[in-house]
């Protein structure tokens, strides 16, 4: 018998994990059992790693390739677009209500759906830097309904320094494992093709799974 190829398995991870985390945002910890500015690091770094969404938008994003600095330009136009939405929105410049935020989470899934679709029908990424700070605005509006339902009251700035910082780094260890191992497969172009092709498939399908399903809550 064949073994099973790599992409394979990654493509049947992608697809099974569709159901599992259509709604990835719910808050599953007390507000009273986050503890302090170490607290809401540590809620960031949970939130960062269970979130699926956000992952797996990062994936799709960094899929392709490119040099070193495209990736951290791609990296930090994602960072730096969430920080901001997070920040206003948690700070009251910019609110949602129960529905928005809904059509928010409904983005975030269509935001991986897009980049999936790209990866599949584009040849050339010249824009994916605009892109994705456009669509990691649309993140951080999902990180701010995470931490808006702690209820923070009075110590929201805290709360949002120590949730942002603990996003920040739970992001940069997904990356420094993630880039490595993508940059080793780019080497083996024939190899890079069919990893990018597969995997945008199953990000596809989750993708528009999760879009579907959150709009229609």
């Known amino acids: 018998m064949k073994p099973f190829p790599p992409v394979r398995v990654v493509l049947l991870a992608l697809l099974l994990l569709g159901p599992a985390a259509a709604h990835a945002h719910e808050i599953e910890v ?11 690091v540590g809620e960031g770094i949970r939130h960062i790693l269970a979130g699926a969404d956000h992952l797996l938008f990062l994936l799709a994003v960094l899929l392709v390739g490119g040099s070193f600095r495209r990736i951290l330009l791609l990296v930090t136009s994602f960072t730096l677009a969430h920080s901001l939405t997070l920040g206003l929105t948690a700070l009251g410049v910019v609110t949602l209500g129960a529905r928005g935020t809904r059509w928010a989470e409904a ?17 050339q990424h010249g824009h994916r830097a605009g892109l994705t700070f456009l669509f990691g605005l649309v993140h951080g ?13 009075t110590d929201v700035v805290p ?10 780094m739970g992001q940069a260890v997904v990356v420094a494992f993630l880039v490595p191992v993508l940059r080793i497969v780019q080497r083996r172009p024939r190899l890079h093709s069919r990893v990018v092709r597969l995997s945008s498939i199953g990000l596809a399908g989750v993708g528009l799974y999760w879009m579907v399903a959150r709009a229609v809550g």
């Not at 007390?30 to 809401?40: H, K, N, T, Y």
């Not at 509006?141 to 009251?153: D, H, I, T």
């Not at 709360?159 to 920040?168: I, Q, R, T």
């Open 141 to 153: 509006l999902g990180f701010a309904s995470v931490l808006g339902g702690y209820g923070v009251g």
């Open 30 to 40: 007390a507000p009273a059992a986050v503890d302090g500015f170490a607290g809401w």
């Open 107 to 123: 983005a975030i899934a269509a935001s991986i759906l897009y980049m999936a679709l790209e990866n599949l029908l584009l040849r």
């Open 159 to 168: 709360a949002l320094l120590g949730f942002n910082l603990g996003v920040e």
